[in-house]
């Protein structure tokens, strides 16, 4: 970003921008996603958006980033209330838990893997992975010490 909002009404004002950039992403795609299709649909003018955000990529990083935090913490907060599945359940609550997580956004997550290109997924998908094996280990860990 660059400029970080102090006041509440210019954090307001990056969040209708950020809402307003995933609204475009997911109805007008990748391709034609602009800063100035952005402020229309934000109700701002272009150089409001430039106070906060130097280009559309700027504004997609954040976009991304936030959907991929999200199913990260959704994952994370349902495997949390399975502690006590062990076994063949166990691995269906992972799996169960990451497919809520991806789903609860269906339509940005179209557009984030079909439209994209793969480089702005990369690391994002690699953190998501990383994060979901290491709370599955630590998940099924807990679980065999339930069975002793």
């Known amino acids: 970003m660059r400029k970080t909002p102090t006041q ?3 954090r307001a004002t990056v969040e209708r921008i950020l809402e307003a950039g995933r609204q475009v992403l997911v109805e007008d795609g ?3 996603f602009s800063t100035n299709r952005v402020a229309v649909a934000a109700g701002i003018s272009p150089g409001s958006l430039y106070q906060y955000f130097s280009d559309k990529a700027s504004i997609l990083d954040i ?8 199913v990260s913490e959704r994952t994370a907060s349902a495997l949390a209330l399975q502690t006590s599945t062990v076994g063949t359940p166990a691995i269906r609550s992972v799996a169960d838990a990451l497919l809520a997580g991806l789903e609860q956004d269906p339509a940005l997550l ?3 893997t ?3 290109p793969a480089s702005r997924n990369r690391d994002r998908h690699a953190a998501l992975v990383n994060r979901v094996r290491d709370l ?5 860990r807990a679980g065999e010490g339930d069975e002793s």
């Open 110 to 112: 179209r557009v984030l």
């Open 136 to 140: 599955t280990a630590a998940y099924l």
């Open 30 to 32: 990748y391709e034609t």
């Open 114 to 116: 079909e439209e994209l």
């Open 8 to 10: 509440a009404r210019s």
């Open 63 to 70: 976009v991304i980033s936030r959907y991929w935090d999200d």
